[in-house]
């Protein structure tokens, strides 16, 4: 059974604090293991990525790690018309809400003189991992690699374990839908630094995004500074705030979506109607019994899933906001203005017609979001995180003239001569415009 | 002397890649021992931040881990009036550029019906390292300090060790102008542990940012994933890119600015002009003999400076952007075309009057940027840094109705039904409108 709490019981405070501790996930410690493997792609690159992929994978790379195109023309031809489809409009879709994300460079002048500016150019290179086995999603394949693609990154090499040597082609279906450029079937450790650092077969990118297991969230972390990485993403978790009027087999369904990802996802109703609860988690009850993937789900809600009693939605809110959840549902009459009262949240779903799943695969937003309390102080994957900005700075003779005596003053009580001096040597020299 | 280069050598092209890859910074293994300050800290809080900082800095902050606001106060006193003026000059600037940073929320529906949008709220706490001695720079104060109070931060948080007792009277003046909250005499990787998880004296933050020595770096990285961080700083580095009328004695004052700061810094011109090359080689050595931080500077200019000769700047562009300086200063004729066409650098000083020192000041850019090749995947910090976005999607049942079939087909690829069923339940229903 899934943990129920009240706010109007006096052990409440305490009882969500434990809640919002509890871990859903052992982190394993992988890092000396990841280290090591790290170690042996930079030294001996391809060899390193064929022995570790034989030992994990169980599959003969020499020759052949990079997908062919001709591979990923049979993959697509296997793959149903309707299935196509359905990913094309995903994919178009996607495109469409990210491009209006691209970010605009802009140049001006201050009333000093001094001329300001940002400009936001691409990522020249960027690894988009892609779990293999059953967690092989082609939807997140289109989430990674569509907004890399709309930022104007020219080169995405997109990397994925053929454990026993398969690839689910609907994978490979995507990434050519994406406009992924290149595809290495490598996982693991070894793919991460391979990207990184680069094989004879591989060439290193400047980034790296997408999903994976533990030594993956390892590797990722141990290669970052010599690239970037996104966000490391925890399980799954969705929110839904309800009040008396909602639809509780809608609900329950919603928080079943959640729940069948993985035993450690984790499914929260806040409401401030007992009626609803109780009809709720019959409801969950129910649609279990016919669930092909009940087991996951179930295990889900009983270990992490909640229900939380408030007096009204209002009290809701800081509690929500503590959550910071990856996905919010909000199943109210005042779903609106509840909307524009959390400040903590991956992604808001506004009203009952929206289950978190359309967000999954086609309302045009992206799915990678912040898990695990992180929607506190990062966002979900956009255009944004495939770009980076360039501050511009150009002074004239008359403004560095203006605005240099700060600097210097400033440079002194720094004890920065050099930087002091490298003002005065110009601005001693008058004030001839440039 | 520091390394020459030109592009006209027949071994270039390895010389350039071997210079592209020294280090510059011996990466002290410091992992270990961060691990357990952070697990002392959470585990003793107060009292193990309290003997840790008598360990390292020498002082008992027994009952006074907190900075009063008459102490501050006092601080303000100490300093001159026109220093005073001068950081709020900077601070002025500062603010009125990443004012224009502040990024717009977006709503709208599309043509299937559905509402997308995407909107920024601030991070609530935001901490800030400070590092002590003669590191204590106050410009560093407000460049950290300014883009999160410009985001609406509520909360800011500094720390700074108090080696012996002292904190420069100016980086608290800083930071009061620069409306920072709260400001604790703690620093090494104690401070981020407290920041991160939180003790009696000092309430957890939610994104820990600034830079630091080696235990604050290894600490930040732990602490990722509890809390946000910026980059991980390594040395700062400058390069200027230079025609044959560039000002010699101008650019010999800027690549020293650069090479005082640290013996690990780094300097580098990039000129089509072997007379000005040798012009700068004898400025250089020239001005360093009147530098009171000559020494630094020197072996920061012999071991880690480069002159690099090219045929003409055309062929200066690629080799700039594999350097994807922190600092590029261009000074030459086409410098605006220039500053077009280069792709990866933190910032762009553009024209003969902008010294790179102007903008550690009171340019109004920020002056924490992307070091050590990063500027090819990331971004100077900004308003950006302090807020995140929530992705918000709403369908009515007409627009769920038809985008729903596409998600159902995704879902049942990706054999997650419940996903599939939480859509059906709902389209199922007809098409009665929310």
Redesign the interface.
Known sequence: MPIRLDTKSPSFADAFATFLASKREASADVAAAVADIIAAVRARGDDAVIELSRTFDRVDLSGRIRVTEAEIDAALKEVPA??L???K??KA?IE??HS??LPQD?R?T?A?G???G?RW?P??AVGLYVPGG?AA???SVLMNAVPAKVAGVPRVAMVVPSPDGVIAP?VLAAARLAGVDEVYRVGGAQAVAALAYGTASIAPV??IVGPGNAYVAAAK?QV??K??IDM?AGPSEVLILADANANP??IA??L??Q???DTAAQSILVTDSGELADAVARAVEA?LTT???REI?QASWNDHGAIILVRDLEEALPLVDRVAPEHLEIHAEAAEEL?AR?????????????????????????HV??T?R???????L?V?DFM??????????A??NL?????V???E???????????L??TNAGPTD?
């Open positions: 309707e299935t489809d359905a990913l409009f995903a879709r469409a809400h209006r994300q802009e001006y201050d000093a001094v001329e300001l940002q150019t990522v020249d059953t999603y082609p939807s609907l400047d980034k972390r970052f500074g690239v970037g490391i087999a809608w369904a919603d079943l979506a729940a069948e990802h649609q669930l092909p993937r789900a909307t959390i400040r903590h949240a991956g992604a808001i779903f506004v009203g009952a017609y929206t289950p978190e799943a359309i967000g999954d695969y086609v309302g045009g937003t992206n979001l912040p695990a992180s929607a506190r102080f990062s966002s979900g956009g944004y980076k900005r360039t501050s511009i700075l150009k002074c004239t003779a403004s560095l605005i240099g005596p700060a600097a003053r400033l440079a009580v720094e004890r920065l001569d050099a930087h002091g001096r490298s003002i040597i110009r440039a």
